[in-house]
């Protein structure tokens, strides 16, 4: 007698912006541009005396000064250009998760049908309203739909379903909000570590300019204390805007999950209330 075998579920899936996953590409690129911006740019010899930018900036040229903090210069460059297109691309993002009109307004109405029992609408206006937020509130319609039509189940039980359907919604699309955001917060700490890096470099290059020969270069030196100054003021600038990018990110996912918490408590609470008669 053939037996039949029953199929696997397919694995549920995010309908959100993902946005880009391979992050390594946007490091890639912005560190090209980083360095052709250091070389072509910082290091034009228009910035320095006699044209010749092994040698002294022009009086006054931050430009040629920037250029002689050194190659780390280039690499703290990087980060910041990488800070910068990683927080547009997770603004993209989570601009489409968030969906087509303002979360508080939606949050508003859907809790205003889902208490009259309009459900029906409800799911209208999450097909309406798209991303994240509408997937994980007709998430939640739907498994308030199937208890509904569920007589095997006590009270309690369904609740818990609804609470569970709303909860594994919420986890499928946290993930494609929070996604790159990691790596912001990494170069928060890399850009002063970076800046530390080229520091130590220059005042290095500073005391064996003091050193050499028994009295002072001071084309040297200065040279030194330039590259020990710029790379501290650039680490310190990259590391702030990391910082900046990453709370402001990170606040408005904040925002979308407490106005999600409190749309599932509205269905489960809605559930309770309109089904006080059950055991």
């Not at 508080?104 to 994240?132: H, P, R, W, Y």
């Not at 028994?214 to 040279?223: C, E, F, M, T």
Request: proline fraction near 3%.
């Amino acid at each position: 007698m053939a037996t039949t075998t029953k199929a696997a579920a397919p694995a549920k899936k995010s309908t959100g912006t993902v946005g880009v996953k391979n992050a390594i590409w946007i490091l890639a690129v912005c560190c090209v541009i980083a360095y052709c911006i250091y070389f072509f740019v910082f290091g034009h010899p228009s910035h320095f005396v006699n044209g010749d930018n092994t040698g002294h900036p022009l009086p006054g040229d931050l430009i040629g000064t920037v250029y002689k903090g050194g190659p780390v210069v280039g690499l703290i460059i990087t980060l910041l250009l990488s800070v910068i297109a990683l927080t547009f691309e997770r603004i993209l993002a989570q601009r489409v998760s968030f969906g087509t009109m303002p979360l508080s307004k939606f949050t508003a109405q859907v809790k205003e049908l889902i208490k009259a029992g309009k459900f029906d609408e409800a799911q209208a206006l999450c097909n309406k309203m798209k991303g994240s937020v509408a997937n994980v509130v007709s998430a939640s319609i739907k498994a308030y739909k199937e208890v509904e039509t569920n007589n095997t189940m006590k009270k309690a039980q369904k609740i818990a379903k609804i609470q569970q359907a709303h909860e594994e919604a919420t986890q499928l699309e946290m993930p494609t909000l929070q996604m790159n955001l990691p790596i912001i917060a990494t170069i928060v700490t890399l850009g002063t570590l970076t800046a530390l890096f080229g520091t130590v470099l220059g005042m290095i290059n500073s005391f064996q300019a003091l050193s050499a020969g028994g009295g002072a270069d001071s084309a040297a030196l200065s040279a030194g204390i330039s590259e020990a100054l710029v790379n501290t003021a650039s680490g310190i600038l990259t590391s702030w805007v990391a910082v900046v990018s990453y709370n402001f990110l990170t606040n408005r996912i904040d925002k979308l999950t407490y106005a999600l918490d409190e749309v599932g408590y509205t269905i489960a609470t809605t559930y309770d209330v309109n089904h006080t008669e059950e055991a």
